[in-house]
Structure formats: C-alpha cells, structure tokens
C-alpha cells in the first residue's frame, strides 16, 4: 500500500482494513483532505490533528451504535455481569453474547475500524512531529499524546481480539496486526499477544518520558503524564505485573483527588469533576442526538432510553452497604420519583441515575479514567502480591481500598480481610465503583473468570445467558470479515476459530 501524503480533519486516515489497498476500503482523496505537508508545518497545525483523535473518541460513525468510545464502554459492559437490561432488544446484542461471535457483525467491524483509525492517525502525528516547527515543549506533548493512543488503542483491541495475556506464558496465541509506522505497505499479519503488549509497553514508555518534560495539555480531553501513568498501570494489571501495575497507579493519581459524595450524585456527565483524569468534553453544537452513550445510559429522549432503562445486577446491588452513596444511584423499587426518566419513559427496579444527561440534549462528557480506578488497581495488584506469598501487601493493599471505600461510605472501616478474601472485597468494590464505565468484559478476561449472572435480576429472555464458562473460544471476537477479505497477511486461516 502505497505512502499516505494527505490526512483527514478531524481524522487523519479511515481504513477499515490493515491490509490491501481496495478502494471500497480506502480513499487517499476525499474531499474533506488536506496535504499533511501543511499540517505538520508547525506544532499549532499538528495539535489540529492531535485534535481530530480526540474529536474522534465521540463522533457518529455509521450507525446509532457507533457512538465512538462510549459505545464501545456499553458492549464491554453488556458482555459482563453487571449491567442488565429492562427488555429484549437488538441493540448491543453482545448481552447475549451471539453477535461479537460473527465476522460480519456490524459492531466487530466497528471496533475494529475505529481504534485503527486512532492508530493511524496517532502514526501520522508520530511519524511526521518531529520535523514541525514550533516549542520543544509542545513537540513532547503531540508526540507523548499520540505514543499513549497508539498503545492504549492496541490494547483494546488485542484484548477484545485476541486470547488473553496469560501471566507466565510465552504469549504465542495470534493477537492483532501491529500497526507503527504511518506507511501502508502491504497487509499486516496478526501479531502475537506477546508482541503487542510489549510494543504497547515500549509506547507508553516512550509516552511517559516525553510527557514529563512536555507542555501543560490543553484540557482534560488530552492526555497528560498522569493518564499515560495510568493506562501503564491497567496494562500491567492485565499482564499481571502487580508491582508495575502498583506503582504506577500511585504515581498516576499524585496530586489528585477523589470527588465529594455530591458530586458522585451529579449524573457523571461533566469532565470537571475533581476526579476525572481524562474524558472526552462535548459542547452543544456538537450535537450527537441519539448515537452518544447518553442516549443509551442517560435521561435523553431516546427510545433506548424511554424503554430500557439500565439496570444494576441486584445480586451486586445487594453487595453494597446501606451507609454507601454508591447506593443512591440504583432504585431498587422501581417507584423512586427521584429517578429521572424522559418524558413517557418506563421505569424499572433497580433501575440507574448514575449517567443523567447535561440538558435537554444528549450531549454528556464521557469519562475515560477516574482517580478511583487508580486506588482499586494500587489495591488489587498488592493483594495479588500478598496471594503470591508477600504477606505484608495485604496492608497496603487494605490502605489503598480504604481511602477509597472511606469516601463512598463514612462507615467503612479498614478491611481486616488478608489473602484471597482481600482481593473478593477489592474486586466487589472495583464493579460498584466502575459500573457503566466499560470494565466488565475486560474485568472478566484478565482474570480468567465466567461471566455469572445467576442469583439477581437477570433473566435468560432479557440476557440470553446467565452464565459463561472462563476461558473458552466466545471470548475472543471474530475478526471482521472485511479484513479478512482484503488482508491477504490474516487470510481465512487466520480467523479466530
């Protein structure tokens, strides 16, 4: 494939295959392009198209279920334990976990497309900042930005993709084509879990050495030392590298703060909030009707919305201390006249308000990491040190869970818990925590677990399984027929079975 010389505003390239030059595919031409010798002229023309990857986290691509990254948090989250619907529906059919399993699943294609997209356009900005004209400052910012999106967009899609990081193991399983460099030359062969995780690493490395010594970023919808830091740490996590994944979800949240009890209740929708590290931020002539995560998990008037509101698994809800203000955003009743609802919109038990819309619109900001997080991976990876044998992680495990625990609920008390009790307490309080925010399926993969939803509120007419064994074929998604088609490097032979 030939040398791309123009790019998109906001994005860069759209490719839907990695591998051979089809038209149908590919336009090295449409009419929205610019010659990216203008852009990467200067450091100003090359943060437009930094710009155009965080435009692109947000942005309607085909259908109502391409939302950019908060759609992909809602299929993560529907192949998981805890999210649960009101009624049978088509949309994100993963619950049921069927549709991820065919290669012409529209919403395979989607994922796929849509973090490649962000790793040419990151491969662009890498491959061509260097030479820009402008501070050096501003330079390590660009380029540190564009290193941490090209790792943690290889890291979504090698867990969605490919089999899961086995601590220990020599990782040989086929990942995903490992895309680093911004020359499109030919199709790309599945590369091995190994060798995307280390590339990954290696970015992320790179991303936090330049992030250090860069430019303030502009607004949390960038990237800064500190996010770089903490996607390290759920890599690591994910690797089971504990100490790594300890140390640097501490680093990551130093200096920050963890959100008042009010501001727990205030709809999740504002990338002002004290404890957001990162999110995407919206404006009202960015209008994202009914495609945003708002008009799935909101108060927008979608249908989506009126009829399916989102439900917390009552076996989990059931989990949750009285005194928690967690606790205040499900219902278990199905009455509470608290709980918004768009106008004609049903209600249901257990029902959330956690993610309420900004206004009338559908418009929200989507959180992409939260200081929480970084207490609950510093918790869980030095409870796994205590259960791999250093025993006296379990305090600082029990630390770390009780700075968090201690501001959702006054009443918690430091957890006298030790060994594999710790870690089901920390992990309980990370799907408290971290619901609605796209963790449940990769929650699930890492730690090699089945999905079980028996024992709550699920039901085999609403969910379509309540149960998957750890481990087997279905937790890898089919890679989409499109690439398959056109990237002789995969080939049929080179599908997920």
């Known amino acids: ?53 965080h435009r692109s986290l947000y942005m309607q691509y085909s259908r109502q279920e391409e939302g950019g990254q908060g759609s992909v948090n809602l299929s993560m989250d529907y192949m998981g334990n805890d999210l649960i619907n009101t009624v049978s529906t088509t949309a994100y059919g993963v619950h049921k976990w069927i549709t991820h399993r065919s290669a012409n699943t529209l919403n395979n294609a989607y994922i796929y497309t849509f973090y490649y997209r962000i790793v040419q356009n990151a491969n662009m900005i890498i491959d061509n900042i260097d030479a820009a004209e402008g501070p050096d400052a501003d330079k390590k910012l660009i380029k540190g930005e564009a290193l941490t999106y090209r790792a943690w967009a290889h890291f979504v899609l090698v867990q969605v993709f490919g089999k899961r990081y086995d601590k220990g193991a020599s990782n040989t399983q086929a990942g995903v084509p490992l895309m680093i460099n911004s020359v499109l030359d030919g199709g790309k062969p599945r590369a091995s879990v190994e060798e995307i995780y280390a590339q990954v690493n290696k970015d992320l490395d790179a991303a936090i050495g330049l992030l250090a010594g860069a430019s303030a970023r502009p607004t949390k919808s960038h990237i800064n030392l500190n996010v770089a830091k903490g996607i390290k740490a759920r890599v690591a996590l994910t690797q089971g590298l ?12 130093t200096g920050l703060n963890l ?26 002539d960015q209008t994202t009707y009914f495609y945003s995560f708002f008009a799935y998990m909101g108060t927008y008037s979608s249908s989506a919305n009126r009829t399916n509101p989102k439900r917390i698994n009552s076996a989990l809800y059931n989990k949750i201390e009285d005194t928690d203000v967690r606790k205040l955003l499900w219902d278990p009743t199905g009455n509470n006249k608290d709980f918004p609802v768009p106008s004609g919109g049903s209600r249901s038990t257990y029902m959330q308000r956690k993610f309420t819309n900004a206004g009338t619109t559908s418009i929200g900001d989507v959180v992409n990491m939260r200081v929480a997080e970084m207490y609950l991976i510093e918790a869980e990876a030095k409870a796994h040190l205590a259960v791999e044998g250093n025993a006296a992680e379990n305090i600082n495990a029990q630390n770390a869970l009780f700075t968090l625990a201690k ?68 937790w890898q998604w089919s890679i989409p027929q499109a690439e398959i088609d056109s990237n002789p490097a995969i080939g049929p032979g080179g599908q997920n079975p």
Not at 25 to 33: G, I, K, Q, V
Not at 424 to 449: A, S, T, Y
Not at 464 to 473: E, F, K, R, T
């Open 407 to 474: 501001n959702r609920n006054p009443s918690y008390v430091l957890s006298t818990n030790t060994g594999t009790a710790l870690l089901e307490e920390i992990l309980i309080q990370r799907r408290v925590e971290l619901w609605g925010e796209g963790f449940g399926f990769f929650d699930l993969k890492r730690l090699n677990l089945p999905v079980d939803r028996t024992g709550g509120n699920a039901t085999l007419a609403l969910s379509g399984v309540l149960s998957v064994p750890a481990g087997g074929l279905e």
């Open 242 to 253: 504990w100490a790594v994944a300890a140390q640097h979800a501490t680093e990551a949240r």
């Open 259 to 284: 959100m008042s009890n009010a501001d727990y209740r205030a709809g999740f929708n504002n990338i002002e909030n004290t404890e957001w590290m990162w999110g995407s931020k919206q404006v009202e």
């Open 1 to 53: 494939m030939k040398k791309l010389h123009k790019i998109y505003l906001p994005l860069v390239v759209l490719v839907l295959s990695m591998g051979a030059c089809k038209k149908e595919y590919l336009s090295t031409d449409p009419t929205n392009l610019v010659d990216n010798s203008a852009v990467f002229t200067t450091t100003t023309n090359a943060m437009t198209a930094l710009n155009g990857i």
